[in-house]
């Protein structure tokens, strides 16, 4: 059961252009160390459709040789063809992790609730496997469609035991709110940081965004107080972690992350993207870098690692 804060983890890039392991594994490792419950792999900020199937395979077959537990893990295995979504979904559950994240076929756009049940219903046949738990990837800003509760309802009703949950990136509260409600034991982790606490307060199970790429501490301090019943700081926490989520946001997400990273870090290869994406140019790094720190704010420590590549 998936519960508390997953960072949508960023995937370093080598020289070539495919995943860069030891980077993606020291990542990983940082943010289990310093706040994360988890790791939600290759989805939007991932940069998950940039990469073919087999650097996909690759990169959970690296993490999870790396000892990394797969109980911690949620890669995102939605593709618009069915057949590599179930091809993705099996080869992670064949590595142990069970947990997976599906975006739903986002090229056709205004399909309509039968033809979206129909793709989630023959993945979950496809695959084949019981131990499957399937969290719907709700962004109608990035996919053009949105996964309603009359879509929850029929897939929870065809295959209880499979339908787990959802990340809700739709940014709309009231909406996540009712889901989860309507739905108990159905967990709605949203996708933005400066909703954590309201849905927490509304029976929302948590969150998985890309700010705690850098902004783990801040959530884990959330959390905790959250549970620990102390309201102020929880917060004071959610403030400063919505400030945060506002000074990144107004760049493009994924670039300014892994700008953040290459100089927290001292490695400037974190700067790589893939295309269609491109990294921040000087000046927009520099307005981010001071705006990072006029709130005072730097990723927890870690120490400085040198590649070559």
């Known amino acids: 059961m998936i519960k508390g804060i997953y960072a949508a983890v960023l995937t370093p890039i080598d020289g070539e252009g495919a995943p860069h392991t030891r980077r993606l594994i020291d990542h990983g490792r940082w943010l289990l160390a310093t706040g994360c419950d988890g790791l939600s792999v290759l989805g939007t900020t991932g940069e998950a459709t940039a990469f073919c199937e087999a650097h996909r395979k690759a990169l959970l077959e690296d993490l999870v040789g790396a000892d990394i537990a797969p109980s911690a893990l949620m890669p995102g295995t939605g593709c ?40 989630f219903a023959q993945v979950i046949e496809g695959v084949g496997d019981d131990r499957l738990r399937l969290y719907l990837y709700n962004f109608p800003r990035m996919t053009g469609l949105n996964l309603g509760p009359d879509l929850v309802a029929r897939l ?19 909406a996540l709110v009712a889901m989860a409600r309507a739905f108990p034991g159905f967990q709605v982790l949203t996708g933005w ?4 606490l309201p ?13 705690c790429n850098v902004g783990q501490g801040l959530a884990h301090q959330l959390m905790e107080a959250f549970q620990a ?5 929880a917060e004071q926490a959610h403030m400063r972690l919505a400030a945060l989520q506002t000074a ?18 001292g490695d400037m290869a974190w700067r790589r993207v893939r295309p269609p994406l491109v990294e921040l140019d000087p000046d927009a790094a520099e307005r981010l870098h001071r705006d990072l720190k006029a709130l005072d704010f730097a990723p927890p420590p870690l120490q400085a690692l040198a590649f070559d590549g």
């Open 248 to 265: 990144i946001t107004a760049h493009p997400l994924t670039a300014a992350l892994k700008e953040i990273l290459a100089v927290h870090g």
């Open 193 to 196: 940081d400066d909703l954590i």
């Open 229 to 233: 019943g102390d309201d102020g700081a």
């Open 156 to 174: 929870r009703a065809a295959f209880p035991d499979q339908m787990a949950g959802m990340k809700d990136s739709a940014g709309d509260l009231d």
């Open 80 to 119: 618009c063809a069915i057949d590599d979504t179930v091809s993705l979904s099996r080869h992670a559950l064949s590595l142990g992790v069970t947990d997976v994240l599906v975006l739903p076929p986002f090229y056709y756009k205004d399909v309509d609730t039968e033809g979206l049940y129909r793709y």
């Open 199 to 211: 849905s927490l307060r509304d029976g929302g199970a948590g969150a998985i965004t890309a700010v």
